[in-house]
Each structure stands twice: as C-alpha cells, then as structure tokens.
C-alpha cells in the first residue's frame, strides 16, 4: 500500500472528495426530508427540497463539482456554509420567523421565492458560482468574488466594510478571506494578516504594547458583542468590519485609567 500523506489524500485524491461528496449530499437530503416530516432539527420544518434525481435545471450539486475540484470541495464540505440549512441556532429563529421560506434565500441553493422551495440545503458551489454550464470547463463559471455577491447574505458585514478605510481603498472581502474554507487567508489570530498591509503601525508603540500584553490586532480591531443572534438574523449584527476601535473595547482592558 503506497504510504500516502494526509495531506496528499486530502488535495489529490478524487475518490475521497467523491467519498464525502455523497456523504453530504445523502445527510443534506435526507435531514431535508426529515424536517419536512417535523422529525429532525429544532422549529418549523424546512420548505421541501428538489431531489437530486429532480434537480432545478441547470443544477447538479457539488458531488459533481468535487469530480474536478476535490480540494475545494474538502475545504467546503466543513463549514458553515456547507451547514447553513441545518445550524442549530438558525432552525430555533425559523421556527418564529413570519416568512420562513426567505430564510433559505441565504441559507440554502437555488431557493425559489415564488414556489418556496430550493434546491439543495446549504450554501453549495452553485450558490455563488452560479448553477452549471454546460459549456464548463470550456468556459469559466462565474467567479464569486464581488463584494456585493458576499454582501447580500452578510448584509451588516457589507455596511461596515463600505464605510471603513478597507472598503474606502478597495480591499475585497477576498483579499483577507479564503472563499472555500471561510477562514482568512492568513490565521488573524497571529496578527500577520494584518500585518502583511500594515507592518509600520504594527511596530509602533502602542502596538508593541499590546503584543507584549498577547493582545492581538483582532481583539480591537475586530470586537463584536456577544450573543448577537438576533440582530445576526435580521442582518444588524456588529461583526467588527468598520475596523474601528470604540471606547468600549479600551474600556474593557483600562477601565480605571481616565
């Protein structure tokens, strides 16, 4: 047996991209199904979802996807994204929400407004790439980088990052973010993310001060409130985007300093 890496199996192995792919394609249907019939997940039940044997045209799901693309399906197939119809704490405020099936305009594929049903469960490649061409790989499929496109499911994201010094120079959401794993290009938490753009004001004194306390660029520069799920939902939240310090997070550390 040919004594392969990890990590070689994860980036070049087609059989194991195809292996998870049916993994989360047969979960995501049958946890779909399950809901319809109140038997699975918190709250109201899910909208019913096309099948993959009646897949909206144009559709083919990221089984298909994987076949070409395996390490960015292996990089998908964890996160959020891939588990947005079924996250916990999404199910609890569907079950109140007055119109429940435009919950799945962001948290699921192919959602249709007008017959309330979509077609995959989570936010799947064709969500952003679009549903795929037959023309593919000869021609491109569209390229989910725009701001806008990211923006309209993270909406306060989008409203704090336009009026923020990012937004105002053009710093893209992908400039920092990975759009497979979700995560940043770079772990923020060690502070070289930011430093990559802004290695002078991370040598000055005040920051050097900081690090010396282990506090990162993130803990200021990022604060949000906690248990935000409410405001999460009806796209409110303060995510940390505008990247501005408030008074309230210095407070938080310098409480009795004037």
């Given at each position: 047996?040919?004594?392969?890496s990890?990590?070689?199996?994860?980036?070049?192995?087609?059989?194991?991209?195809?292996?998870?792919?049916?993994?989360?394609?047969?979960t995501?249907?049958?946890?779909t199904?399950?809901?319809?019939?109140?038997?699975?997940?918190?709250?109201?039940p899910?909208?019913?979802?096309?099948?993959?044997?009646?897949?909206?045209?144009?559709?083919?799901?990221?089984?298909?996807?994987?076949?070409?693309?395996?390490?960015?399906?292996?990089?998908w197939?964890?996160?959020?994204?891939?588990?947005?119809?079924?996250?916990?704490?999404?199910?609890?405020?569907?079950?109140?929400?007055?119109?429940?099936?435009?919950?799945?305009?962001?948290?699921?594929?192919?959602?249709?407004?007008?017959?309330?049903?979509?077609?995959?469960a989570?936010?799947?490649?064709?969500?952003?790439?679009?549903?795929?061409?037959?023309?593919?790989?000869?021609?491109?499929?569209?390229?989910?980088?725009?701001?806008?496109?990211?923006?309209?499911?993270?909406?306060?994201?989008?409203i704090?990052?336009?009026?923020?010094?990012?937004?105002?120079?053009g710093?893209?959401?992908?400039?920092?973010?990975?759009?497979?794993?979700?995560?940043?290009?770079?772990?923020?938490?060690?502070?070289?993310?930011?430093?990559?753009?802004?290695?002078?004001?991370?040598?000055?004194?005040?920051?050097?001060?900081?690090?010396?306390?282990?506090?990162?660029?993130?803990?200021c520069?990022?604060?949000?409130?906690?248990?935000?799920?409410?405001?999460?939902?009806?796209?409110?939240a303060?995510?940390?985007?505008?990247?501005?310090?408030?008074?309230?997070?210095?407070?938080?550390?310098?409480?009795?300093?004037?």
């Amino acid at each position: 047996m040919n004594r392969m890496s990890t990590a070689s199996l994860r980036l070049n192995s087609p059989w194991l991209a195809l292996l998870l792919s049916a993994v989360i394609l047969v979960t995501s249907i049958t946890l779909t199904v399950m809901a319809s019939s109140g038997q699975a997940g918190v709250g109201a039940p899910l909208p019913d979802a096309i099948g993959l044997s009646s897949l909206a045209p144009g559709f083919r799901g990221p089984q298909h996807c994987a076949e070409c693309h395996p390490s960015e399906f292996y990089d998908w197939s964890g996160t959020t994204h891939a588990k947005a119809s079924f996250d916990p704490i999404f199910r609890e405020f569907l079950h109140e929400a007055q119109e429940p099936g435009e919950c799945f305009a962001c948290h699921a594929t192919g959602y249709n407004a007008v017959t309330g049903q979509f077609v995959m469960a989570g936010v799947t490649c064709e969500a952003c790439h679009g549903p795929y061409r037959d023309s593919h790989p000869g021609q491109s499929m569209e390229m989910a980088a725009s701001d806008e496109l990211c923006g309209s499911c993270h909406t306060s994201t989008l409203i704090e990052w336009e009026a923020s010094l990012h937004g105002q120079a053009g710093i893209a959401c992908v400039a920092c973010h990975a759009v497979h794993t979700q995560k940043t290009h770079v772990a923020a938490s060690a502070d070289a993310l930011c430093a990559g753009c802004h290695e002078q004001s991370t040598r000055d004194a005040m920051h050097l001060a900081h690090k010396g306390e282990n506090i990162r660029c993130i803990s200021c520069h990022l604060s949000r409130p906690e248990d935000q799920a409410a405001q999460a939902v009806s796209g409110h939240a303060v995510t940390g985007h505008s990247f501005a310090v408030s008074s309230d997070v210095c407070a938080d550390c310098h409480e009795d300093q004037p």
